[in-house]
């Protein structure tokens, strides 16, 4: 489940939430991103059934890119020998992410995913806003930035604009890209911050097995730490 870019498997709430999908898919093909963002087409049918108006299908979004079938991976029926402590919901999550041999899930409900389920195979579920606030480089997260203000003709459509309004529903990865724009002033929303953000035993950077501290630490190993 170690795999260099490191691959993780995209919940279905996610790919769901423009703004949030945008900024992953973005981030994860910047040139030298360390992720790799796959997932099933069970989760592309649940994240197109939310979409609405004029939003855009995620097959539309692969086809865009040039993804095609690149991202996903196989739908699997096998339990194995998971407990089953899991959201019913999310347990098919966990199938096709095991099957594929994925050992981080990056999910909006970090809570669906059992302890005992992801123990079992070794994974970890990872809130996308802990995920992107370590895995992502200044230089990649400014470029992304970039990206979607030229594509956006009403506010924010500005580098420093989005930076600040990303603070309203990713607050980790506002704080950690804060030096990179300098007296820029978060706009906050009315969203609840998660309450936890990883579950798991797998580093959410490189996917190798972490200690003790690297769970109390969000699911970030020692080596993956930054001097502030």
């Known amino acids: ?21 945008t900024l992953l898919l973005m981030s994860a093909f910047e040139a030298g991103s360390g992720f790799r963002p796959r997932w099933s087409a069970l989760v592309e ?10 939003q855009r299908r995620i097959g539309d979004i692969r086809r865009q890119f040039e993804w095609m079938d690149e991202v996903l991976v196989s739908d699997s ?24 041999e994925i050992g981080v899930v990056v999910t909006r409900n970090v809570h669906h995913f059992g302890e005992a389920d992801l123990q079992a195979p070794s994974m970890s579920a990872v809130n996308p ?14 470029s992304t930035l970039e990206y979607m203000a030229a ?14 309004a990303v603070a309203g529903g ?6 950690a890209m804060r030096t990179a724009f300098p007296g820029v002033e978060p706009v906050r929303s009315g969203d ?37």
Not at 79 to 98: E, K, N, Q, W
Not at 200 to 215: H, K, N, Q, T, W
């Open 45 to 54: 049918d649940q994240a197109n059934s939310h979409v609405r108006g004029s």
């Open 1 to 21: 489940m170690i795999s260099n870019p490191l691959e993780v498997f995209v919940d279905a709430d996610v790919l769901a939430a423009p703004f949030t999908r």
């Open 129 to 142: 806003d802990q995920f992107l606030a370590w895995i992502v480089t200044r230089g990649q997260y400014r």
């Open 77 to 100: 029926d096998d339990s194995g020998d998971l407990p089953g402590d899991t959201d019913p919901g999310d347990r098919h999550v966990l199938r096709a992410a095991r099957t594929a």
């Open 170 to 175: 990713h607050p980790r990865l506002f704080e």
């Open 192 to 228: 609840r911050p998660a309450k936890e953000v990883f579950r798991g035993s797998r580093c959410i950077v490189c996917g190798r097995e972490l200690d003790a501290d690297g769970v109390g630490r969000g699911g970030v190993g020692m080596d993956h730490l930054r001097v502030p």
């Open 151 to 164: 594509a956006r003709s009403r506010p924010p459509n500005t580098v420093e604009g989005l930076h600040a």
